[in-house]
C-alpha cells in the first residue's frame, strides 16, 4: 500500500514562497496519480492539485492556478508543490494522497504551512 | 464547480446504534468511463484524513465491514451500524469525477 511523508512547511510571509515535498515509498510511485489537498486550522479538506503518473497532466484548483505548482520526480519517488505569492488564507495542513479519482488510497501525515507576517 | 453538500453536520448517536449520512452533488458523478467517483473519508481527532470507501461502495482494506456506502447519480449515502467509540471523528464525501475535485463539508460523528 505504502507510507507518504511529506516536508517543507514552515512559517512564512505574505508574499512569500515555500517548497513542499512528500516522499514516497513502498509502492511504484511512477504508476499513481497524485494529490495535494489541505486544511485550514478548524476547517474541513479542500482539494489543491493533482498530477498523473508520467508528470504530462496537472489540475489545480482556480484559486491556485497560476501561484501552486506540481511537479513530481519518479526517479526519486517525490511529489513535489511549489507555492507562490502566499496569502494568510493559504494557512493550513498540506497533505499529498496516493491517486487522484478515487481520493487517495493513502495520505501523509501533513505538513504545516502559516502565513503571516 | 461540484458543489457537495452533506447532511447533517454534526451526528450524535449512541453506541451500538447505527448512523447514516447524506451526500448530494449538484451534478451527476457518473464519468464518461462509466465509473462513479464518490468516496467517504474519516478523519478521527488529530489525523490524517483516511479513505473508507471509494467508487460508492468500495470498502478499503481494513475497514470494518459496518461502514457501507451506497448511492447513485447525485444521492449518496454512508452508513454506520453499530457505531463505537472508535468511530467519533468528522466524515467527508469527495467527489473524483469532475475538475476540480469537491469535498463535502464534513459531518461530526459523536456519542451521546
Known amino acids: 500500500e505504502g507510507q507518504l511523508l511529506e516536508s517543507g512547511g514552515g512559517l512564512v510571509q505574505p508574499g512569500g514562497s515555500l517548497r513542499l515535498s512528500c516522499a514516497a515509498s513502498?509502492?511504484?510511485?511512477?504508476?499513481?496519480?497524485m494529490n495535494w489537498v489541505r486544511q485550514a486550522p478548524g476547517k474541513g479538506l479542500e482539494w489543491v492539485s493533482a498530477?498523473?503518473?508520467?508528470?504530462?497532466?496537472?489540475y489545480y484548483e482556480d484559486s491556485m492556478k497560476g501561484r501552486f505548482t506540481i511537479s513530481r520526480d519518479n526517479s526519486k519517488n517525490t511529489l513535489y508543490l511549489q507555492m507562490n505569492s502566499l496569502r494568510a488564507d493559504d494557512t493550513a495542513v498540506y497533505y499529498c494522497?496516493?491517486?487522484?479519482?478515487?481520493?487517495?488510497?493513502?495520505w501523509g501525515q501533513g505538513t504545516t504551512v502559516t502565513v503571516s507576517s | 464547480d461540484v458543489v457537495m453538500t452533506q447532511s447533517p453536520l454534526s451526528l450524535p448517536v449512541t453506541l451500538g446504534q447505527s448512523a447514516s449520512i447524506s451526500c448530494r452533488s449538484s451534478?451527476?458523478?457518473?464519468?464518461?468511463?462509466?465509473?462513479?467517483?464518490l468516496n467517504w473519508f474519516q478523519q478521527r481527532p488529530g489525523q490524517s484524513p483516511r479513505r473508507l470507501i471509494y467508487?460508492?461502495?468500495n470498502r478499503d482494506s481494513g475497514v470494518p465491514d459496518r461502514f457501507s456506502g451506497s448511492g447513485s447519480g447525485t444521492d449518496f449515502t454512508l452508513k454506520i451500524s453499530r457505531v463505537e467509540a472508535d468511530d467519533v471523528g468528522v466524515y467527508y464525501c469527495?467527489?473524483?469525477?469532475?475538475?476540480?475535485?469537491?469535498f463535502g463539508g464534513g459531518t461530526k460523528v459523536e456519542i451521546k
Open positions: 451534478q451527476s458523478l457518473v464519468h464518461s468511463d462509466g465509473n462513479t467517483y
Open positions: 469527495m467527489q473524483g469525477t469532475h475538475w476540480p475535485l469537491t
Open positions: 513502498g509502492f511504484t510511485f511512477s504508476s499513481y496519480a
Open positions: 498530477i498523473s503518473g508520467s508528470a504530462s497532466t496537472t
Open positions: 494522497a496516493k491517486g487522484v479519482r478515487e481520493g487517495g488510497s493513502v
Open positions: 467508487r460508492v461502495s
